[in-house]
């Protein structure tokens, strides 16, 4: 049987991993401590607060029917919330969420689907895979400590592109190309309060300000404690990306009380969250990278485009592809 090692339980590397587990033994590394990726849920004292992507939507046909299960189990759900728009901290536009395309969220937790994904694989989490080399025909791998993670056939990588662009040995073909894919960064803003804030919306479209989003978390479905989520424009995040995480926490405090026209800093609970690769151009050359000589693949949403269901596409179109080898 042909021995796989992912790198990354995200939606990617999970996708791969079970479609590749019907006729091979796989191994899913994971630095985290749990599967999700940048469908990210923190847990902060009694709040669940989603913190990366916030909800997604389901284009394909083969989207579709891989959410039909997970909707019908509970693990996934629409968020029909009040949306509203801000041009800068104008409020310009209000409306209900509903109709087509559904917003979809996880539940109880955004990363509680990836999660039920992962169930059944083999999964190594906090561990990450800092080191791979070829070795009489097979690829070793190491952690950050120089601690040898196994020798396998094929090597899928599924974090975002700079780290697999340093992951990937200089032999591996696709390696310059994976290297030319921009990724950017964004700063999350987690505040959780013991008590309702009435505001106008449940999630918010930001324009022309440094902050690009605001959602009240507590109003997806299955949710406890109000809590809101804030997300500063790629832009913004870029050019403050080595910046004191206090300063950008600071920052973003200003912002985001500037626009909702009170002081948001008097939350009970706060955290931000450093994303230095959380979204990607849209690409057009190919959902999947894939060397065959050195047996060695990639995949996730930057092949694509940076959502969720081009991370499931991506994963599901290479396995499809490396299933007609194996």
């Given at each position: 049987?042909?021995?796989?090692?992912?790198?990354?339980?995200?939606?990617?590397?999970?996708?791969?991993?079970?479609?590749?587990?019907?006729?091979?033994?796989?191994?899913?590394?994971?630095?985290?401590?749990?599967?999700?990726?940048?469908?990210?849920?923190?847990?902060?004292?009694?709040?669940?607060?989603?913190?990366?992507?916030?909800?997604?939507?389901?284009?394909?046909p083969?989207f579709?029917?891989?959410?039909?299960?997970?909707?019908?189990a509970?693990?996934?759900?629409r968020?029909?919330?009040?949306?509203?728009?801000?041009?800068?901290?104008?409020?310009?536009?209000?409306?209900?969420?509903?109709?087509?395309?559904?917003?979809?969220?996880g539940?109880?937790?955004?990363?509680?689907?990836?999660?039920?994904?992962?169930?059944?694989?083999?999964?190594?989490?906090?561990?990450?895979v800092?080191?791979?080399?070829?070795?009489?025909?097979?690829?070793?791998?190491?952690?950050?400590?120089?601690?040898l993670?196994?020798?396998?056939?094929?090597?899928?990588?599924?974090?975002?592109?700079p780290?697999?662009?340093?992951?990937l040995?200089?032999?591996?073909?696709?390696?310059?190309?994976?290297?030319?894919?921009?990724?950017?960064?964004?700063?999350?803003l987690?505040?959780?309060?013991?008590?309702?804030?009435?505001?106008?919306?449940?999630?918010?479209?930001?324009?022309?300000?440094?902050?690009?989003?605001?959602?009240?978390?507590?109003?997806?479905?299955?949710?406890?404690?109000?809590s809101m989520?804030?997300?500063?424009?790629?832009?913004?995040?870029?050019?403050?990306?080595?910046?004191?995480?206090?300063?950008?926490?600071?920052?973003?405090?200003?912002?985001?009380?500037?626009?909702?026209?009170?002081?948001?800093?008097?939350?009970?609970?706060?955290?931000?969250?450093?994303?230095?690769?959380?979204?990607?151009?849209?690409?057009?050359?190919?959902?999947?990278?894939?060397?065959?000589?050195?047996?060695?693949?990639?995949?996730?949403?930057?092949?694509?485009?940076?959502?969720?269901?081009?991370?499931?596409?991506?994963?599901?179109k290479?396995?499809?592809?490396?299933?007609?080898?194996?």
């Amino acid at each position: 049987m042909i021995d796989v090692a992912v790198i990354g339980a995200g939606l990617a590397g999970c996708t791969a991993a079970r479609h590749l587990s019907e006729i091979a033994k796989v191994k899913v590394f994971e630095k985290s401590k749990r599967p999700g990726g940048r469908i990210a849920t923190r847990f902060l004292c009694q709040h669940q607060i989603d913190h990366g992507a916030q909800f997604f939507t389901a284009r394909s046909p083969e989207f579709k029917d891989f959410l039909t299960p997970l909707v019908d189990a509970g693990c996934v759900a629409r968020w029909e919330g009040r949306f509203a728009e801000f041009d800068g901290a104008q409020l310009i536009r209000e409306t209900e969420w509903g109709g087509s395309p559904p917003h979809w969220v996880g539940t109880p937790t955004m990363s509680g689907f990836v999660e039920r994904l992962s169930n059944g694989l083999d999964c190594v989490f906090d561990v990450e895979v800092a080191r791979v080399e070829k070795e009489k025909g097979r690829w070793i791998l190491f952690d950050t400590q120089g601690n040898l993670l196994g020798d396998y056939d094929w090597i899928i990588l599924t974090a975002p592109a700079p780290q697999t662009h340093n992951l990937l040995p200089k032999e591996i073909s696709f390696k310059t190309q994976v290297g030319l894919i921009k990724m950017l960064g964004c700063y999350s803003l987690i505040l959780g309060y013991r008590h309702t804030v009435n505001l106008p919306f449940d999630a918010a479209l930001v324009k022309n300000a440094s902050i690009s989003w605001i959602s009240v978390n507590s109003s997806k479905p299955n949710r406890k404690n109000f809590s809101m989520l804030v997300h500063s424009t790629n832009k913004w995040a870029e050019q403050n990306m080595n910046t004191d995480l206090a300063k950008v926490q600071e920052k973003l405090f200003e912002f985001t009380s500037e626009i909702l026209g009170f002081n948001v800093k008097f939350a009970d609970y706060m955290e931000t969250k450093r994303w230095r690769f959380a979204n990607s151009i849209r690409q057009t050359d190919q959902p999947f990278f894939l060397d065959r000589s050195n047996q060695v693949a990639s995949c996730g949403d930057w092949c694509i485009r940076g959502r969720i269901e081009a991370a499931f596409l991506s994963a599901k179109k290479l396995a499809v592809e490396l299933l007609k080898d194996f």
